[in-house]
């Protein structure tokens, strides 16, 4: 098993986005190399550039997700872990691809579509090509599975028609240059929404800093923050069925359950009947108590730009090594010379 995946680095990060993919990349590290197998996980700095953007906040951005991920367990020396500015194969591959790739496959992908809207003119050609970068992400390490969200399935998708068209323009039935890449889903992918609107993604951009439980949060913000969360005055239900129409109520059992490791008929089989003046101390308490441990590693790893700025070369050195050879087989199937 091959898992490559990336993330954007955005800064201000939170507990949706520990819940949301991070937490689920840490599980995948440690059973892939029970299994014998590697995993990739990259900084998508060049996808970055694809919408206008501060190149201080950029660098500032990457720095704090290298220690948002190490904080929360990605083990530079279990995973290779690393920012595709440092293994230039991911921009060459991507020009490569760009041959096989086709403008009705991109016309059609709905984050081009979304980022886009009517204003398509107006857009860099990177937003619009950002899909074969990705495509190139996976296939430069022959990746077998990738981790994503719901939302970038349509993309891996988009990878497999690249690598099976090139395999099929350029490459012989026996030896295929690209390996197939499998999208794996987390089923138990928390959405986690705000602590302020039941409605809305728990977001860095939130005006509130009371709307989200920052991974830089100390103890007594998390439980204050908890303890202002908006609620609704119904006691809470003894099923996952009661929640329906209460957002607010279903978003914090939600956080609960994905914290505890549990499901959310269990968190309720507990606290059924029970109003929030009972809960929400628990709730608050279960967070300090797991995220405390990830919180303080964090706030001192991001002040170690030192430390991170190693951790990443060591990373890039190993993927420009795994990267090559593929690389080279892309270059010399499409006739290019290199000496
Ligand atoms: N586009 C992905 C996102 O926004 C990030 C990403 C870039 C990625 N390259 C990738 C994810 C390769 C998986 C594999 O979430």
Redesign the pocket.
């Known amino acids: 098993m091959r898992i490559?995946?990336?993330?954007?680095p955005t800064g201000n990060l939170h507990l949706g986005n520990y819940l949301g993919a991070i937490r689920n990349w840490v599980k995948m590290q440690d059973e892939v190399a029970a299994g014998g197998g590697l995993s990739l996980y990259f900084l998508?700095d060049l996808?970055a550039i694809s919408m206008p953007h501060d190149p201080a906040d950029l660098a500032a951005n990457t720095r704090e997700m290298v220690a948002a991920l190490v904080a929360c367990g990605i083990d530079p020396d279990k995973s290779v872990l690393f920012n595709q500015a440092q293994v230039p194969a991911h921009a060459e591959l991507q020009w490569l691809l760009s041959g096989t790739a086709r403008m009705g496959w991109l016309n059609r992908m709905t984050q081009w579509k979304d980022k886009a809207g009517k204003n398509r003119e107006g857009q860099s050609v990177a937003l619009f090509t950002y899909p074969v970068?990705?495509a190139a992400?996976?296939l430069l390490y022959q990746a077998t599975h990738?981790p994503?969200?719901e939302d970038?399935k349509q993309?891996l998708e988009l990878a497999r028609d690249i690598a099976q068209k090139f395999n099929n323009d350029f490459a012989s039935e026996e030896t295929p240059v690209f390996t197939l890449p499998e999208p794996t889903i987390p089923p138990e992918a928390a959405r986690i929404m705000s602590l302020r609107d039941g409605s809305a993604k728990m977001s860095k951009s939130d005006p509130s800093d009371m709307s989200r439980i920052n991974l830089t949060d100390d103890a007594d913000t998390i439980m204050a923050k908890i303890r202002k969360a908006k609620t609704d005055p119904e006691p809470l239900p003894s099923d996952k069925g009661g929640l329906a129409g209460r957002a607010e109520a279903a978003n914090l059992i939600g956080i609960y359950a994905a914290m505890a490791g549990e499901s959310a008929d269990t968190v309720l089989a507990r606290f059924g009947g029970q109003g929030f003046g009972a809960f929400k101390p628990a709730l608050g308490e279960l967070l300090v108590e797991k995220l405390g441990p990830i919180t303080a590693r964090f706030r001192e790893l991001r002040e170690d730009s030192e430390r991170l700025d190693a951790v990443l070369a060591k990373g890039a050195l190993k993927a420009r090594e795994l990267a090559a050879p593929t690389l080279a087989a892309t270059y010399a199937a499409l006739g290019l010379v290199r000496g």
């Not at 490559?4 to 954007?8: E, H, M, R």
């Open positions: 490559v995946s990336g993330i954007q998508a996808h970068l990705q992400d996976v990738v994503v969200g970038q993309h």
